[in-house]
């Protein structure tokens, strides 16, 4: 038995060598599954958590196209869950238990959504910065070997390329009106510059799952590299906006052609993901309550399924 199994975990080590994609009713290593489970269904978290910053500001929208534009990307943020709750089940993991692991705080989501959003300018910055990260990260993913995982982060990257030119707008706008939009913009780049940075996770060095994660093809970039990218990026771009990076040692080395930022305070990140951040506790209480207060929605589903499925057996 351990002889067979040793074959299989070497045809699937080929198999991901050569740049195959592995489908739900392939064979696979058990620890390839279950670090996708986590994986997915942390992204999905994420993507239903982090309705709740901007939802909590569609009331409050300066305006009604505002207002339109917010409710629509909210609305996406929910379809994306969808999606990848659906791409996590493939690997035999219930929706109900994956709900059960998010609410009992097993389960984590991005760090990013511990955070309050103060102002009408957060709107704008998480565009900007939060789903500027999401589309570094996400789009290498979307080559990653499993490939309903891969097919969802294709439609999922589309739809978060709108939501930073979205964001991006909201920005140049209040940056456009004068000082004080200005000023609004600078104070919200302040608070979110460093959670957006954490959000890339921990050093490579440090990291206890990207090795696996590296060799299976799940991510085909590490912590590291892919933070760098986005500050060369969004360091240009601020700059160009007349924004300050907050970050006294913020340089740039002319030999990598890079910018090199101080050290992430690794102790905030750490209380955060361990659940004692500024809005960690609010957040899954919310997430729990809109839960089971949903619970008869789910039963009529259920009802109607089961009375669907007997009319179908009967007219057989």
Same mark, same amino acid.
């Given at each position: 038995?351990?002889?067979?199994? %040793? !074959?299989?975990?070497?045809? @699937?080590?080929?198999?991901?060598?050569?740049?195959? $994609?592995?489908?739900?009713?392939?064979?696979?290593?058990?620890? &390839?599954?279950? =670090?996708?489970?986590?994986?997915?269904?942390?992204?999905?978290?994420?993507?239903?958590?982090?309705?709740?910053?901007?939802?909590?500001?569609?009331?409050? %929208?300066?305006?009604?196209?505002?207002?339109?534009?917010?409710?629509?990307?909210?609305?996406?943020?929910?379809?994306?869950?969808?999606?990848?709750?659906?791409?996590?089940?493939?690997?035999?993991?219930?929706?109900?238990? !994956?709900?059960?692991?998010?609410?009992?705080?097993?389960?984590?989501?991005?760090?990013? +959504?511990? &955070?309050?959003?103060?102002?009408?300018?957060?709107?704008? #910055?998480?565009?900007?910065?939060?789903?500027?990260?999401?589309?570094?990260?996400? $789009?290498?993913?979307?080559?990653?070997?499993?490939?309903?995982?891969?097919?969802?982060?294709?439609?999922?990257?589309?739809?978060?390329? @709108?939501?930073?030119?979205?964001?991006?707008?909201?920005?140049?706008?209040?940056? %456009?009106?004068?000082?004080?939009?200005?000023?609004?913009? =600078?104070?919200?780049?302040?608070?979110?510059?460093?959670? $957006?940075?954490?959000? +890339?996770?921990?050093?490579?060095?440090?990291?206890?799952?990207?090795?696996? #994660? !590296?060799?299976?093809?799940?991510?085909?970039?590490?912590?590291?590299?892919?933070?760098?990218?986005?500050?060369?990026?969004?360091?240009?771009?601020?700059?160009?906006?007349?924004?300050?990076?907050?970050?006294?040692?913020?340089? @740039?080395?002319?030999?990598?052609?890079?910018?090199? $930022?101080?050290?992430?305070?690794?102790?905030?990140?750490?209380?955060?993901?361990?659940?004692?951040?500024?809005?960690?506790?609010?957040?899954?209480?919310?997430?729990?309550?809109?839960?089971?207060?949903?619970?008869?929605?789910?039963?009529?589903?259920?009802?109607?399924?089961?009375?669907?499925?007997?009319?179908?057996?009967?007219?057989?």
């Amino acid at each position: 038995m351990s002889e067979n199994i %040793a !074959m299989m975990e070497e045809q @699937f080590n080929r198999r991901i060598a050569e740049g195959e $994609t592995i489908e739900p009713n392939d064979w696979m290593p058990d620890k &390839y599954r279950s =670090q996708l489970k986590r994986l997915i269904s942390q992204h999905a978290h994420s993507e239903i958590i982090g309705m709740l910053p901007e939802g909590n500001w569609i009331t409050r %929208a300066p305006s009604l196209r505002r207002k339109l534009a917010l409710l629509a990307k909210v609305q996406d943020e929910a379809g994306h869950g969808h999606y990848l709750y659906s791409s996590a089940e493939t690997l035999g993991i219930s929706r109900e238990e !994956m709900f059960g692991q998010l609410h009992t705080g097993k389960a984590k989501y991005s760090s990013i +959504f511990n &955070y309050p959003t103060l102002a009408w300018a957060d709107m704008g #910055m998480i565009g900007w910065l939060v789903d500027g990260a999401a589309i570094i990260n996400q $789009t290498t993913m979307a080559k990653c070997s499993y490939g309903p995982y891969s097919r969802a982060l294709l439609r999922i990257c589309k739809e978060e390329n @709108f939501h930073k030119k979205q964001g991006m707008e909201i920005i140049a706008t209040l940056i %456009a009106s004068g000082e004080q939009g200005k000023a609004m913009v =600078q104070e919200s780049f302040n608070r979110f510059w460093w959670p $957006t940075l954490m959000m +890339f996770g921990p050093h490579d060095a440090n990291s206890p799952n990207s090795p696996d #994660m !590296m060799k299976w093809k799940i991510k085909l970039k590490g912590n590291d590299e892919l933070r760098q990218r986005f500050i060369d990026m969004t360091v240009e771009q601020a700059q160009a906006w007349g924004l300050t990076v907050p970050d006294p040692k913020l340089r @740039f080395n002319e030999q990598t052609r890079s910018w090199e $930022t101080g050290e992430i305070d690794w102790n905030e990140f750490n209380a955060v993901i361990s659940g004692n951040g500024p809005c960690n506790h609010e957040r899954l209480n919310v997430r729990r309550t809109a839960h089971d207060q949903g619970a008869w929605v789910r039963e009529a589903a259920r009802a109607y399924e089961a009375k669907h499925r007997r009319s179908s057996e009967t007219a057989e």
